[in-house]
């Protein structure tokens, strides 16, 4: 259930904690630290570190991209962190977002 109703890009920067899971077997379980950057002429920042632990052992990722929510979509706080995502602002301290890509990950952030 979604708290509030100021989900865009402007009212989400801060430091999360996230952690992840891959709706599939034999992945890898995630857990990091991401900064969603204030945006700046229009462009928003996300940059932080993944911790994976899975069949292949222990890495260490980094974190990288840009990030918007918009109050005009539908539903309200959908959006988008990094490439290949499609994500949803629960309010402006969690999120949840699921990266599109060949690895198909879960991942909930919370300030």
Known sequence: MQIGSNFQTSSIPGSFFLGGDAPTTGVSYNSGTA????????????NGKSYDSGPNG???????????????????????????????AISV????????????EIFVGQK
């Open 58 to 88: 222990l890495k260490t990722e980094n974190i990288s991209g840009g990030y918007s929510f918009s109050v005009a979509s539908s539903p309200v706080g959908k959006g988008t962190v990094g490439p290949n995502s499609i994500a949803y």
């Open 35 to 46: 900064n969603f950057n204030k945006p700046a002429n229009g462009t928003s920042s996300v």
């Open 93 to 104: 301290t969690k999120l949840v977002f699921m990266s599109t890509g060949a690895d198909p």
